[in-house]
């Protein structure tokens, strides 16, 4: 039942006269039903490329073998490669191996090619990737080399320039070979010169007269002949001559009978090279193009020459033949830009510009104007269009422009630019602050239009609108009084920290208003300034800034500058280098306080070096005044007595300005030499010597004492008691207030007993040189060492009395006290001498004496800051540190003395100028004067 009702269904669903019951709709669709179920089955990533990384297997497991489908098949050393043009050495199995295992053992790591210095010969890492990190490290690296060779570049250039000239002076020129007898052709007589004979011509009769080529030029028929037949020829037809005619091309053609006749309309111009027609089309071209040129843009009147103007367009074909064609490419490239890209601001300026060079101005004006139709936002294209209109029209433009641009500050200076009337440029840049408030440029326009006093109040809102311009606050500040000014340059600080030109301009005005100790506080405090703020201090610029301040007058400003940054980024081995020629460079850029300040800056660091004074001393020769000279080379003999350039100097400098006896007296300054030689032999153990030095020394000098001493205490020291009594006698006649030749009489009357004239010669001492504490000291001194106290202490009463000030009388009267009277003592030397360096140093070592460290090192300290030239403090503090300090604080003050360098001290002259002592340097003098003190007090 159910079989039969289910074809009764299907055959009353089937069409009617239709045999198939399936029909093509149903084959169709069982068709599209099978490719469904096959595309079900089919995976989606067949067909696809393997992701990167993919690894077939790998998730199986089936990985870690090779077969020899992977590897190939296995082949013989000899058997020949696959590549049949294989160059030789390379055509088996065997020679591509090799190869391969060559490149692998590029690196040769063998001892015999490692240097100690520079490593392997190769690189060792050569095989391996080259990264980022390796190119920053190679820049790096390239960097420090470029600098190393910048620092060292100017003196190789000098080593190699010594190099060169010493090598052309081991193998001259030619011409330098015959240098002297060129000079000798100056003693050739006229007579001699006219006699040396001429030089005959050896050429032969051709070389001697060629003949010139004669070149005749050809006419254009002739051409425009060969251009119609195609055909090359070398020569003219004979027949041409015979009958003056052409001869027609054609086959079987007459010979025209006419001479010059060329028959119309036979010109191929596709066969030959030159179009004649294109020449006479060229013609007219630069012809319109030399009448565009010559005409006046605003009226149109030509001024061209009518008689010259024919010979000026023939000289003008040949170079401007090429440039035509130029002109229409660009012409058409740049119309095609246009079209593209029609708001494209460049490609109408272009365009304009074109046309303009090529003479067509009034194209050029209506191509911009176009222009700022289609850019209306582009202020380029209305500044172009404000320059090629004229006048009246071109104000019409930039007002125009301006509706379009509001914000615009080109335009509006423009627009200022193109009013001739003071009032109306006024009017323009007034009405461009109230749209643009923060254009530095308008606010600087509109003031410069300005009278001082409107300036000046336009410039305190300019600042408030643009408060982080230098320029506006700085011209605010100079047309401010000087205390507004300061206000002023205090907000600029306050708004732009980071720009050294607003604490440059505080100096200036300070210095201006005679305010000079506040120069070198401003300009320092503006470097730490700087500095907190992260601005790089850069010593060039900031040397620039100075010269500008000498040019300017303010001297105190620009030497502060110097005095700053002089030494900024300056490596101590090359600071004398580079300062000399800093200082030759101000004085080229005519900068001359800079460079005085340079070397007044490098004589403080140099004090003892020669080069450096007569470098100084030339430039005030050159460029300062006679007193500024004086003055230098004064201070230059002091620190180099053995200068003999200087003292010559300095003498000649007097002998020139008329000062004759000033002369004299610095020469006669000069006996230092004299004394520095004596001293030299008598250290080096030549007595002899030195004693013959001192002799003739003292024949020109004999007023000077120091020669006196050092002749006493030589034959002091050979145990010659008479002739050394002598000597101080005889310089007490000469030099009768020398102090240092009466103490060494007296301490030499003293060291062979006879204190009774050591008293005597004291007292005779006291007499000729009244008020004079040594004296009175080394006489106090005598009596105590014989044991007279009391005596003592009444010649140190007298002291006191004659010298109320003196803090070596006070010094010395503290010790002389009992105990318990010497803080009493203490306390008067303290209100008379205060910051006598004496008196502090007697109250640091009665401080030690009672135990009290702390109080004593604080005396110390407090001696050594006062006066750190005098030799015995820092003894004592070396001594007190050795009993009650630690090693630190031992090496601290042996540091800092030995960076003080002192030079006086009783105790310290005593060691220092012995003779025993003179090759010992200070640290090792502050050990042998601490070793000779006794804590007696």
Same mark, same amino acid.
């Given at each position: 039942?159910?079989?039969?009702?289910a074809?009764?269904?299907?055959s009353?669903?089937a069409?009617?006269?239709?045999?198939?019951?399936?029909? &093509?709709?149903?084959?169709?669709? *069982?068709t599209?039903?099978?490719?469904?179920?096959?595309?079900?089955?089919?995976?989606?990533?067949?067909?696809?490329?393997?992701?990167?990384?993919?690894?077939?297997?790998?998730?199986?497991?089936?990985?870690?073998?090779? %077969?020899?489908?992977?590897?190939?098949?296995?082949?013989?050393?000899?058997?020949?490669?696959?590549?049949?043009?294989a160059?030789?050495?390379?055509?088996?199995?065997?020679?591509?191996? =090799?190869?391969?295992?060559?490149?692998d053992?590029?690196?040769?790591?063998?001892?015999?090619?490692?240097?100690?210095?520079?490593?392997?010969a190769?690189?060792?890492?050569?095989?391996?990737?080259?990264?980022?990190?390796?190119?920053?490290a190679?820049?790096?690296?390239?960097a420090?080399?470029?600098?190393?060779?910048?620092?060292?570049?100017?003196?190789?250039?000098?080593?190699?320039?010594?190099?060169?000239?010493?090598?052309?002076?081991e193998?001259? =020129?030619i011409?330098?070979?015959?240098?002297?007898?060129?000079?000798?052709?100056a003693?050739?007589?006229?007579?001699?010169?006219?006699s040396?004979?001429?030089?005959?011509?050896?050429?032969?009769?051709?070389?001697?007269? &060629?003949?010139?080529?004669?070149?005749t030029?050809?006419?254009?028929?002739?051409?425009?002949?060969h251009?119609?037949?195609?055909?090359?020829?070398?020569?003219?037809?004979?027949?041409?001559?015979?009958?003056?005619?052409l001869?027609?091309?054609? &086959?079987?053609?007459?010979?025209?009978?006419?001479?010059?006749?060329?028959?119309?309309?036979?010109? %191929?111009?596709?066969t030959?090279?030159?179009?004649?027609?294109?020449?006479?089309?060229?013609?007219?071209?630069?012809?319109?193009?030399?009448?565009?040129?010559?005409?006046?843009?605003?009226?149109?009147?030509?001024?061209?020459?009518?008689?010259?103007?024919?010979?000026?367009?023939?000289?003008?074909?040949?170079?401007?033949g090429?440039?035509?064609?130029?002109?229409k490419?660009?012409?058409?490239?740049?119309?095609?830009?246009?079209?593209?890209?029609?708001?494209?601001?460049?490609?109408?300026?272009?365009?304009?510009?074109?046309?303009?060079?090529?003479?067509?101005l009034?194209?050029?004006?209506?191509?911009?104007?176009?222009?700022?139709?289609m850019?209306? $936002?582009?202020?380029?294209?209305?500044?172009?269009?404000?320059?090629?209109?004229?006048?009246?029209?071109?104000?019409?433009?930039?007002?125009?422009?301006?509706?379009?641009?509001p914000?615009?500050?080109?335009?509006?200076?423009?627009?200022a630019?193109?009013?001739?009337?003071?009032?109306?440029?006024?009017?323009?840049l007034? $009405?461009?602050?109230?749209?643009?408030?923060?254009?530095?440029?308008?606010?600087?326009?509109?003031?410069?239009?300005?009278?001082p006093?409107?300036?000046?109040?336009?410039?305190?809102?300019?600042?408030?609108?643009?408060?982080?311009?230098?320029?506006?606050?700085?011209?605010?500040?100079?047309?401010?009084?000087y205390?507004n000014?300061?206000?002023?340059?205090?907000k600029?600080? +306050?708004n732009?920290?980071?720009?050294r030109?607003?604490?440059?301009?505080?100096?200036?005005?300070?210095?201006?208003?005679?305010?000079?100790?506040?120069?070198?506080?401003?300009?320092?405090?503006?470097?730490?300034?700087? /500095?907190?703020?992260?601005?790089?201090?850069? /010593?060039?610029?900031?040397?620039?800034?100075a +010269?500008?301040?000498?040019?300017?007058?303010?001297?105190?400003?620009?030497?502060?500058?110097?005095?700053?940054?002089?030494?900024?980024?300056?490596?101590?081995?090359?600071?004398?280098?580079?300062?000399m020629?800093?200082?030759?460079?101000?004085?080229?850029?005519?900068?001359?306080?800079?460079?005085?300040a340079?070397?007044?800056?490098?004589?403080?660091?140099?004090?003892?070096?020669?080069?450096?004074?007569?470098?100084?001393?030339?430039?005030? $020769?050159?460029?300062?005044?006679?007193?500024?000279?004086?003055?230098?080379?004064?201070?230059?003999?002091?620190?180099?007595?053995?200068?003999?350039?200087l003292w010559?100097?300095?003498?000649?400098?007097?002998?020139?300005?008329?000062?004759?006896?000033?002369?004299?007296?610095?020469?006669?300054?000069?006996?230092?030499?004299?004394?520095?030689?004596?001293?030299?032999?008598?250290? *080096?153990?030549?007595?002899?010597?030195?004693?013959?030095?001192?002799?003739?020394?003292?024949?020109?000098?004999?007023?000077f004492?120091?020669?006196?001493?050092?002749?006493?205490?030589?034959?002091?020291?050979?145990?010659?008691?008479?002739k050394?009594? +002598?000597?101080?006698n005889?310089?007490?006649?000469?030099?009768?207030?020398?102090?240092?030749?009466?103490?060494?009489?007296?301490?030499?009357?003293? $060291?062979?007993?006879q204190?009774?004239?050591?008293?005597?010669?004291?007292?005779?001492?006291?007499?000729k040189?009244?008020?004079?504490?040594?004296?009175?000291?080394?006489?106090?001194?005598?009596?105590?060492?014989?044991?007279?106290?009391?005596i003592?202490?009444?010649?140190?009463?007298?002291?006191?009395?004659?010298c109320?000030?003196?803090?070596?009388?006070w010094? +010395?009267?503290?010790?002389?006290?009992?105990? &318990?009277?010497?803080?009493?003592?203490?306390?008067?030397?303290?209100?008379?001498?205060?910051?006598?360096p004496?008196?502090l140093?007697?109250?640091?070592?009665?401080?030690?004496?009672?135990?009290?460290?702390?109080?004593?090192?604080?005396?110390?300290?407090?001696?050594?800051?006062?006066?750190?030239?005098?030799?015995?403090?820092?003894?004592?503090?070396?001594?007190?540190?050795?009993?009650?300090g %630690?090693e630190?604080?031992?090496?601290?003050?042996?540091k800092?003395c030995?960076?003080?360098?002192?030079?006086?001290?009783?105790?310290?002259?005593?060691?220092? =100028?012995d003779?025993?002592?003179?090759?010992?340097?200070?640290?090792?003098?502050?050990?042998?004067?601490?070793a000779?003190?006794?804590?007696?007090?």
């Amino acid at each position: 039942m159910a079989a039969s009702s289910a074809s009764a269904s299907a055959s009353a669903a089937a069409p009617p006269g239709g045999s198939n019951p399936a029909g &093509p709709g149903g084959a169709s669709g *069982l068709t599209a039903s099978i490719t469904g179920t096959m595309n079900k089955k089919k995976k989606p990533f067949l067909g696809m490329p393997a992701p990167l990384g993919y690894v077939p297997g790998l998730g199986r497991g089936a990985t870690g073998f090779t %077969t020899r489908s992977d590897i190939g098949p296995a082949r013989d050393a000899n058997d020949p490669v696959d590549d049949r043009h294989a160059p030789p050495g390379k055509r088996t199995v065997g020679d591509q191996m =090799k190869k391969n295992q060559a490149d692998d053992d590029d690196e040769d790591l063998n001892d015999t090619n490692y240097d100690e210095f520079n490593g392997y010969a190769g690189s060792l890492f050569s095989s391996g990737p080259y990264e980022k990190d390796d190119e920053e490290a190679d820049a790096i690296y390239a960097a420090l080399d470029k600098r190393m060779d910048e620092r060292r570049k100017e003196r190789r250039e000098q080593r190699e320039k010594e190099e060169i000239e010493k090598y052309r002076m081991e193998r001259p =020129k030619i011409q330098q070979q015959f240098s002297d007898l060129k000079r000798k052709l100056a003693e050739v007589t006229e007579e001699e010169w006219l006699s040396i004979p001429e030089v005959g011509d050896a050429r032969n009769k051709r070389q001697r007269n &060629p003949r010139y080529e004669k070149l005749t030029p050809v006419p254009d028929s002739f051409f425009a002949k060969h251009l119609q037949t195609g055909e090359n020829h070398t020569s003219v037809d004979p027949r041409q001559t015979q009958f003056g005619g052409l001869n027609t091309p054609y &086959p079987g053609g007459l010979n025209t009978p006419y001479p010059g006749g060329m028959t119309p309309g036979l010109m %191929t111009p596709g066969t030959g090279e030159l179009d004649m027609r294109k020449i006479g089309q060229a013609r007219n071209t630069l012809m319109d193009m030399r009448l565009s040129q010559v005409s006046d843009s605003v009226s149109g009147q030509t001024v061209v020459d009518p008689k010259g103007y024919l010979t000026d367009l023939n000289s003008m074909i040949p170079t401007h033949g090429g440039d035509i064609n130029d002109i229409k490419k660009a012409r058409l490239l740049l119309k095609s830009v246009r079209e593209t890209n029609p708001h494209h601001p460049p490609a109408w300026i272009a365009s304009a510009r074109l046309e303009e060079v090529t003479g067509k101005l009034q194209v050029a004006r209506n191509l911009i104007m176009k222009g700022t139709e289609m850019c209306p $936002k582009s202020e380029d294209v209305w500044l172009e269009a404000a320059r090629l209109q004229p006048g009246d029209t071109a104000k019409a433009v930039v007002a125009q422009a301006v509706r379009h641009l509001p914000q615009s500050v080109r335009i509006y200076i423009r627009a200022a630019e193109l009013e001739t009337d003071i009032r109306a440029k006024k009017r323009v840049l007034r $009405k461009a602050l109230e749209h643009v408030p923060n254009s530095v440029r308008l606010w600087k326009a509109a003031v410069e239009l300005e009278e001082p006093e409107d300036a000046r109040i336009m410039l305190s809102r300019a600042v408030e609108c643009c408060p982080t311009s230098v320029e506006l606050w700085l011209a605010l500040a100079r047309l401010e009084t000087y205390e507004n000014a300061r206000k002023v340059l205090n907000k600029a600080r +306050e708004n732009i920290p980071t720009d050294r030109h607003i604490w440059i301009t505080a100096a200036k005005l300070e210095e201006a208003n005679g305010n000079t100790q506040m120069v070198e506080k401003i300009i320092d405090r503006a470097i730490t300034s700087l /500095r907190a703020n992260g601005v790089e201090i850069n /010593r060039e610029q900031w040397i620039q800034d100075a +010269e500008e301040c000498d040019k300017a007058g303010s001297v105190a400003t620009c030497q502060a500058i110097m005095r700053a940054v002089i030494g900024i980024g300056i490596e101590e081995e090359d600071r004398k280098h580079t300062w000399m020629e800093d200082a030759d460079s101000c004085v080229a850029h005519n900068a001359l306080e800079c460079a005085r300040a340079i070397y007044a800056y490098a004589l403080q660091v140099f004090p003892s070096k020669k080069s450096v004074w007569l470098r100084a001393a030339y430039f005030e $020769k050159n460029h300062g005044t006679r007193e500024s000279l004086e003055a230098l080379l004064q201070r230059a003999v002091a620190h180099c007595p053995k200068a003999e350039v200087l003292w010559l100097m300095g003498a000649k400098s007097k002998w020139l300005a008329g000062d004759v006896p000033a002369a004299r007296s610095i020469l006669a300054l000069a006996f230092q030499v004299f004394m520095k030689s004596v001293k030299l032999e008598w250290v *080096l153990g030549n007595i002899a010597a030195a004693q013959e030095l001192c002799e003739e020394a003292l024949k020109h000098y004999e007023d000077f004492p120091k020669l006196w001493m050092m002749k006493g205490q030589i034959e002091e020291q050979d145990e010659l008691i008479e002739k050394a009594r +002598e000597a101080y006698n005889q310089g007490l006649k000469k030099c009768p207030h020398s102090t240092p030749l009466w103490l060494l009489l007296s301490r030499l009357e003293e $060291k062979v007993g006879q204190l009774t004239r050591a008293r005597a010669i004291l007292e005779k001492s006291r007499l000729k040189n009244p008020k004079n504490p040594d004296l009175w000291l080394e006489s106090v001194r005598l009596e105590y060492r014989a044991g007279l106290k009391n005596i003592a202490n009444t010649l140190m009463a007298k002291a006191l009395q004659e010298c109320p000030n003196s803090g070596i009388l006070w010094s +010395e009267a503290i010790f002389l006290e009992a105990r &318990p009277q010497r803080k009493t003592k203490s306390v008067d030397a303290l209100k008379k001498c205060e910051h006598d360096p004496h008196v502090l140093l007697a109250v640091a070592k009665l401080f030690w004496s009672e135990r009290k460290i702390t109080k004593a090192r604080e005396w110390f300290h407090r001696t050594v800051k006062i006066d750190s030239d005098l030799g015995d403090a820092w003894a004592f503090f070396y001594k007190f540190e050795l009993q009650h300090g %630690t090693e630190e604080q031992q090496e601290e003050v042996k540091k800092r003395c030995e960076n003080a360098e002192p030079r006086h001290g009783e105790l310290w002259c005593e060691v220092s =100028k012995d003779i025993e002592n003179w090759q010992k340097k200070i640290g090792e003098i502050l050990v042998v004067v601490a070793a000779k003190i006794k804590n007696a007090f």
